[in-house]
T-cell receptor, first 114, second 113 residues
């Protein structure tokens, strides 16, 4: 039982390049989330999904797109990376509505955009 | 409307107690507490729900004051392993639908031997 895994762990991009971050969970969770963490800012919600095939915007969605084609996977895409997107990205999942169940976090992806 | 945590940082000696506060400008439905060690993912500590229900670890205690829109986390007889950054996270009523949590900026806790 791996829990929540994220790929890759580290990545360096040049401005304007694109990439996709992969989140996978093996706990059969319905709800999945993408957060970004910047120094002194806590975690901020980018996008989330309440089930396969559905996605919704969070607090800071601009510059990101997501897809949830399979229940166990949640993809975060950056179409044209900017230095402001340098951050640590965390994926999380939970069984049902995340507001009364704990969220399980992946180990994070450290992204640097030059 | 990010929740406000206080203090921003605390330095304790092993065995001492600490209280971390979290306040919101809006009505709360639930308060989550997480701890994060440097370079690691946040780890769940506790959830407090409107109405008094709590879910979490036995050795962690917290309070939830719905009227004051505040929550406090109590760390007693602190151990070196308690060091880390503590975050409160709120689920604020948004009119419907499930959504993620709004995290505070964190409280840095350092436990010294």
């Amino acid at each position: 039982n791996a829990g929540v895994t994220q790929t890759p762990k580290f990545r360096v991009l040049k401005t304007g390049q694109s990439m996709t971050l992969l989140c996978a969970q093996d706990m059969n969770h319905e709800y999945m989330y993408w957060y970004r963490q910047d120094p002194g800012m806590g975690l901020r919600l980018i996008h989330y999904s309440v089930g396969e095939g559905t996605t919704a915007k969070g607090e800071v969605p601009d510059g990101y797109n997501v897809s949830r084609l399979k229940k166990q996977n949640f993809l975060l895409g950056l179409e044209s990376a900017a230095p402001s997107q340098t951050s640590v990205y965390f994926c999380a999942s939970t069984t049902t509505s995340g507001w009364y169940n704990e969220q399980f976090f992946g180990p994070g992806t450290r992204l640097t955009v030059l | 409307q990010q929740p406000v945590q206080s203090p921003q940082a605390v330095i304790l000696r092993e065995g001492e107690d600490a209280v971390i506060n979290c306040s919101s400008s809006k009505a709360l439905y639930s308060v989550h507490w997480y701890r994060q060690k440097h370079g690691e993912a946040p780890v769940f500590l506790m959830i407090l729900l409107k109405g008094g229900e709590q879910k979490g670890h036995e050795k962690i205690s917290a309070s939830f004051n719905e009227k004051k829109q505040q929550s406090s986390l109590y760390l007693t007889a602190s151990q070196l392993s308690y060091s880390g950054t503590y975050f409160c996270a709120l689920r604020m009523y948004s009119g419907g639908g499930a959504d993620g949590l709004t995290f505070g900026k964190g409280t840095h806790l350092i436990i010294q031997p």
